[in-house]
């Protein structure tokens, strides 16, 4: 059986569920008992202060306090409020979390998640709007998770507070009101499973968290012209699920990818240059790369809306690789 909750529900309703079953599952965070977006709202009423920690607004000392209980074997779920702070602890990140499970010989284990707010279109400004998914792509030892549904969200969420390494889960700010099915019983998604959301024969897209939704508004718009768009969601990005992607480009001939981080060195970048390594054979045109430009993201609410990539430039990228 399933039911129709929203993305924030879905995060909400398991991360109770986790801590329900598992009592060294926790959750620090600046602001985490009140809650401004709703995924810990009423946790802390029912686990209490100990398990529901109010933290100060120091992003480093969050993830160093993080790393110390999950080496000592607790499982914590460390929220960073937006994606612009995770670079306030990137060395906490990215030279810590995601090394000493490696230089410890597989000894000490990192039971963590730290989850995170990205996403431009509230007018926020440059701290408060960007998507920083990719930049931990680099560093080896981390896994990275971006669900784009209520249903990848809770499963994946599920697998997340149960591995144990390290793992950066980005939620996207316009994603939580909306709704979806998700199964009644308690289910993990596996990291590595990419999940085709429409099937097509003309064109692959690979896109990411809100810009799954706008791929599969651009895919409604071109089936009217008879262009059929596969629409392809890796839901994580490490482990990347290069087979699912080669498939899907081995059937279409062509590749598009879209994201709303900057399309420097991005998440398309990997994806493109994955592709045209391991799979050149079968592409029948040039890749073409939809993402934000390589500029900060204005306040200004008309210039912010031009630096958001929008269905219609998922349009012109299709309609380029088309010739």
Excluded at 141 to 153: C, E, F, N, Q, R
Aim: hydrophobic letters at 45%.
């Amino acid at each position: 059986m399933t039911r129709t909750i929203t993305y924030q529900q879905a995060i909400n309703e398991t991360l109770r569920q986790e801590m329900e079953k598992d009592k060294m599952v926790f959750i620090l965070g600046e602001d985490v008992r009140v809650s401004p977006f709703g995924q810990t709202a009423g946790l802390v009423e029912q686990f209490g202060k100990e398990r529901v920690r109010n933290t100060c607004i120091a992003e480093s000392a969050i993830v160093g306090t993080a790393i110390g209980a999950a080496m000592t074997g607790m499982r914590p779920v460390a929220e960073i409020m937006f994606a612009d702070f995770m670079y306030l602890a990137m060395d906490a990140i990215a030279s810590q979390a995601a090394s000493w499970r490696y230089m410890t010989g597989g000894q000490v284990k990192l039971p963590l998640v730290i989850r995170t707010v990205s996403g431009a279109g509230w007018a926020m400004g440059y701290n408060h709007s960007q998507s920083t998914e990719a930049s931990f792509m680099h560093p080896p030892g981390l896994k990275i998770a971006v669900p784009s549904t209520p249903h990848d969200a809770a499963g994946l969420l599920r697998t997340a507070i149960r591995d144990d390494n390290p793992v950066l889960f980005f939620e996207h700010k316009f994603l939580f009101p909306t709704s979806g099915e998700v199964p009644d019983e308690e289910y993990a998604i596996p990291f590595g499973q990419a999940d085709v959301k429409r099937q097509g024969k003309h064109v692959t897209v690979v896109a990411t968290l809100l810009m799954v939704h706008k791929a599969l508004a651009a895919a409604d718009e071109l089936s009217q012209e008879g262009i059929e768009v596969e629409v392809v969601d890796p839901r994580t990005l490490t482990p990347l699920d290069k087979e699912t992607i080669l498939a899907s480009v081995k059937k279409t001939g062509r590749l598009v990818t879209v994201e709303e981080s900057r399309a420097r060195n991005g998440v398309g970048a990997e994806i493109a240059a994955m592709v045209a390594s391991e799979g050149f054979d079968f592409l029948d045109a040039p890749i073409q790369r939809v993402g934000a430009p390589d500029v900060p993201i204005p306040y200004s609410p008309p210039l912010e809306s031009t630096f958001i990539p929008n269905e219609d430039r998922i349009i012109e990228a299709v309609r380029r690789v088309l010739g």
